[in-house]
């Protein structure tokens, strides 16, 4: 599957464009739809006030990524209905084992889905995960959207580019924990959605493997 990155100028971030083709990308959109079934998107609300995302979420693996007004964190079951989430699908696992260069598989696909101009992801890092020796692996679906990244502290320079349907993009080595975040949604530049939006699925290493 590997295909050829970019040289974004930052190390450790690298960017495939168009790696997942039309019909790998509609394959991926029919395995979330089953998924969902399972594990239905919901909105995640902010630490502390409470107040809602402008995003839906759900996950796929062993551990899913949430938010409430108690904090951030990884759990086994969905939120709302206490069930399992549903197994990351095999295209992503074979994705992982292309490129992140680790030696455990992924626990966690965070399934963002963005729709709406207000739809958004304001600059964060990925640090709820003990494993930041793994990269952190997306993959985008759907509408563009115009993606920032920064430095290691919140007030660093920033640059952005665009992500579109297919694109996958890596966070390693030296760019791990750079801040980085979703500045806005383009509308229409994608037929792949019914309804129109972007999906963007994050696979991640959440625990240390235990030594060899």
């Keep these: ?28 959109v029919a395995a979330l739809r089953e998924a969902a079934a399972a594990a239905p998107p919901y909105r995640p609300l902010m630490p ?15 551990l899913g990524w949430v938010s409430d007004e108690h904090g951030y964190r990884y759990e086994a079951a969905h939120p709302l209905t206490g069930n399992p989430w549903p197994a990351i699908p095999p295209a992503l696992l074979a994705l992982w084992a292309d490129l992140a260069g680790y030696d455990a598989p992924p626990e966690c696909c965070l ?12 600059l964060h890092q990925d640090r709820d995960e003990a494993a930041t020796d793994a990269p952190v692996i997306s993959v985008s679906l759907g509408d563009t959207c ?32 750079r801040f980085h975040g979703v500045d806005r949604i383009l509308p229409g530049s994608s037929t792949l959605l019914e309804g129109g939006g972007r999906l963007n699925l994050t696979l991640r290493r959440v625990t240390k493997p235990p030594p060899q």
């Design 1 to 28: 599957m590997r295909g050829s990155a970019i040289d974004t100028g930052l190390e450790g971030l690298a960017l495939y464009p168009g790696l997942f083709d039309e019909a790998a990308q509609r394959a991926l």
């Design 48 to 62: 502390r006030t409470g107040q809602p995302w402008s995003i839906m979420q759900t996950n796929m693996g062993p």
């Design 111 to 122: 399934v963002n889905l963005y729709r709406g101009e207000k739809a958004k992801m304001g």
């Design 146 to 177: 115009l993606f920032r990244v920064g430095g290691f502290a919140r007030g660093d320079r920033t640059q952005s580019f665009r992500l579109a349907s297919g694109d996958v993009l890596v966070l390693g080595g030296a760019a791990r924990m």
